[in-house]
């Protein structure tokens, strides 16, 4: 390997790895944290009186680097790429339903939202036609890119990247730039997980 490549791989691969370095140590951490005690049912949820948010602990931040990647691809005849993108929906069990009051009534995690929204659009494009896709021509794919922009409207985020993204030839493996993120992967999941169980108990034992 001639130095110029080496310098080449070096510029690709140690952002990548430090990121994992510094995820991993975030992950170590949250498994230290103890877990938020949670009122899902207060008798005072009932008609338009419920939480705005999901109750989740502060959040830490960690960095998030941008790249081109083999992963999550939009080949049907692939289906490892649709195993990878079936996996943004498998944060806890409850299809990204919390069940909230007395009578457990069910509401949806704005991320779990948008992510079933991105979904949609890949099986759409992947296999035209899927009953489990978002058609161009249908009402669901006008309430997911109207949902998509409002949602980001809202929660815009201001990072400032490199370079001009008009420009790059999405190279697999291009490193672009850090992201500062929160850590809401294990807070999240715990918390509508453990709603997701207690579901079920309340379920079998009253229905």
Not at 17 to 34: C, F, G, K, M
Not at 86 to 101: H, Q
Request: overall charge negative; aromatic content about 12%.
């Amino acid at each position: 390997m001639t130095a110029a490549a080496f310098c080449v791989f070096m510029v690709l691969n140690v952002p990548i790895a430090i990121w994992r370095i510094v995820t991993s140590i975030q992950d170590l951490r949250w498994q230290e944290r103890p877990r938020v005690d949670v009122d899902w049912y207060s008798p005072s949820y009932v008609g338009n009186n419920y939480p705005m948010h999901l109750p989740t602990p502060p959040l830490e931040t960690v960095a998030m680097g941008l790249h081109e990647t083999v992963h999550y691809g939009l080949n049907a005849s692939e289906d490892i790429g649709d195993d990878e993108w079936n996996t943004i929906l498998y944060l806890a069990e409850g299809s990204g339903r919390v069940r909230i009051g007395p009578s457990r009534r069910a509401y949806v995690v704005s991320y779990l939202h948008q992510l079933h929204c991105l979904r949609g659009f890949q099986r759409g494009i992947v296999s035209p036609g899927r009953k489990d896709g978002v058609s161009p021509a249908s009402g669901h794919m006008h309430h997911c890119l109207n949902y998509l922009r409002q949602t980001f409207l809202c929660a815009a985020l201001d990072m400032l990247e490199k370079g001009d993204f008009m420009q790059s030839n999405f190279t697999e493996g291009t490193v672009g730039s850090d992201l500062v993120c929160q850590d809401w992967k294990a807070a999240v999941a715990d918390l509508m997980q453990r709603n997701y169980n207690k579901f079920v108990e309340w379920n079998e034992k009253w229905n």
